[in-house]
């Protein structure tokens, strides 16, 4: 990224910022495995009547659409599930009842998305 910057022809400071802060911000996050696309379009809960009794219902929780799983690091569901909010309801609001929250990660990655895609 900071090549980038210096080919594109912008400013050699903020390249130089780069690549001084992102080697701390990225480092000491131990590989795990997840889904990839924490959204609510792959979260589907439904009835197990197998195990349903007269007095109680049992729900069965189903994760979709696992093509984009494999090992990232641990920071990365928790990033991806707040890049990809739309911010028209409360989904965002739950995302840390499912997934450990990483804040400064998910604020650097939304910075150097813009960054890189505007």
């Known amino acids: 990224m900071a090549r980038k910057y210096t080919y594109d022809g912008r400013p050699r400071y ?3 910022f780069y690549r001084q802060c992102l080697p701390h911000i990225f480092c000491g996050h131990k590989p795990t495995f997840t889904h ?6 792959n979260i589907m809960i439904r009835s197990d009547p ?3 009794t007269a007095s109680n219902r049992a729900l069965e929780l189903v994760i979709l659409d ?11 569901e928790y990033c991806l599930a707040v890049c990809a909010l739309r911010w028209d309801d409360d989904w965002g ?5 499912m997934l450990d929250p990483f804040i ?4 650097w990655l939304q910075m150097l998305r813009l ?4």
């Open 14 to 16: 903020r390249a130089d």
């Open 104 to 107: 400064a990660e998910v604020s």
């Open 50 to 52: 197998q195990r349903t």
């Open 36 to 41: 990839g696309d924490c959204q609510r379009k």
């Open 93 to 97: 609001l739950w995302i840390e009842k």
């Open 66 to 76: 696992w093509e984009k799983s494999g090992w990232y690091p641990s920071y990365w």
């Open 115 to 118: 960054e890189l895609w505007s």
